[in-house]
């Protein structure tokens, strides 16, 4: 087995969504990637399951939107 490496846990709100739900419980291989940003994808055998976009982002589009 991989030693996988730990992180403190830490909260902030954002939305979610739900991509896809795997068939059945089985073995699988599960991914989590964290960009700069705070976006956070959760994958089961290289699918998005879960993704998660923080508030923080929203507010950068939306200053943007009325700036143009």
Known sequence: M???KEYPESHTTGH???ESI?????HS???IQI???GRVWICIDGMAFLRFTPD???K??????LKT
């Open 56 to 58: 923080s982002i929203f």
């Open 16 to 18: 979610i969504t739900i």
């Open 22 to 26: 795997p068939n059945t419980p089985c």
């Open 2 to 4: 991989r030693k996988m």
């Open 35 to 37: 960009a700069k940003d």
């Open 60 to 65: 950068i589009k939306e200053e943007k939107c």
């Open 29 to 31: 291989d599960l991914g």
